[in-house]
């Protein structure tokens, strides 16, 4: 069963797309639980009416507390939006395994423990969507975003075949693909990719790739862009099982199908200039 007012978990909401997907859903109508590590950045949007998890996506028992609380005064949760991750960039050489592993733990495996944690509440009322923020970096491997793309990747197959596990219970699964989206994601990655690789063998074309994607600046649309796709993933009747936008996200997916996979990377590196 559809409720006219859902009750929605989005992890990530203390920045950049997860609060903007609060926003617009509170305004909706929507009854919205905002997860984050870092309470005091969401003081903005607990004053609005959102209610606020402190909720670190590789710590099981926070994870386990937030949604046992949400069910406590809800009675259920309609919609999971996994939003919480960030980039690990740096040569796939120089990168650690231990970064490397933190990154598949805050993207991957914090997001299949939530996903987990909310179906045995969705298969009961035989309804529930759970809305995966991936990249169209899941589905397009750059230079320097080994482990990044990894996740996404990753994340995309968890996507597909839990999709196919649950649909029976009336439960959608469903894929954001955001290209370039203003926020703190991009600057932060790229100071740890000069951070980890700008010294080493692959420094130059680390500087060169960190130069073209700060040049991007200003051209890039902000994070409303990407809620209204949430927005409609949440409004369908049946939602697409994938959804992309932001700056150059469709052509990007449509070149990645056309071209083979040398000629698509030879593409690519012409921009790193």
């Not at 598949?104 to 997001?111: S, T």
């Not at 970096?137 to 990747?153: E, M, Q, V």
Request: no cysteine.
């Amino acid at each position: 069963m559809k409720h006219d007012k859902q009750v929605i978990l989005i992890t990530g909401a203390s920045a950049g797309m997860g609060k903007e997907f609060a926003k617009q859903l509170l305004q909706d109508g929507h009854i919205v639980y905002g997860a984050a590590r870092r309470l005091d950045k969401m003081n903005d949007i607990k004053q609005l009416g959102i209610r606020v998890l402190s909720m670190d996506v590789t710590d099981d028992v926070s994870m386990v507390q937030g949604v046992d609380d949400i069910i406590r005064a809800e009675g259920r949760i309609d919609v999971l939006i996994n939003n919480a991750g960030f980039g690990s960039y740096g040569a796939v050489e120089d990168v650690s395994l231990e970064d490397a592993r933190y990154q598949l733990e805050v993207n991957v495996f914090g997001a299949a423990r939530l996903m987990q944690l909310v179906l045995p509440s969705m298969r009961r009322q035989h309804y529930g969507r759970i809305i995966n923020i991936s990249s169209i970096g899941g589905k397009i491997a750059l230079p320097f975003g080994g482990w990044y793309h990894a996740s996404k990747f990753a994340l995309e197959a968890l996507s597909d075949s839990l999709r196919a596990e649950v649909e029976p219970f009336g439960i959608d699964v469903v894929v954001i693909e955001p290209g370039g989206i203003e926020s703190e994601w991009g600057g932060i990655a790229m100071e740890n990719l000069i951070k980890v690789s700008g010294g080493t063998e692959y420094g130059l074309m680390a500087k060169k790739l960190a130069a073209m994607l700060g040049s991007l600046e200003g051209k890039i649309p902000g994070p409303g862009v990407i809620a209204q796709l949430v927005k409609k993933a949440i409004d369908a009747r049946k939602p697409k099982t994938r959804y992309a936008g932001g700056y150059m996200a469709k052509a990007a997916l449509l070149m990645r199908k056309l071209l083979s996979d040398r000629q698509f990377s030879k593409m690519m590196l012409s921009q790193i200039k």
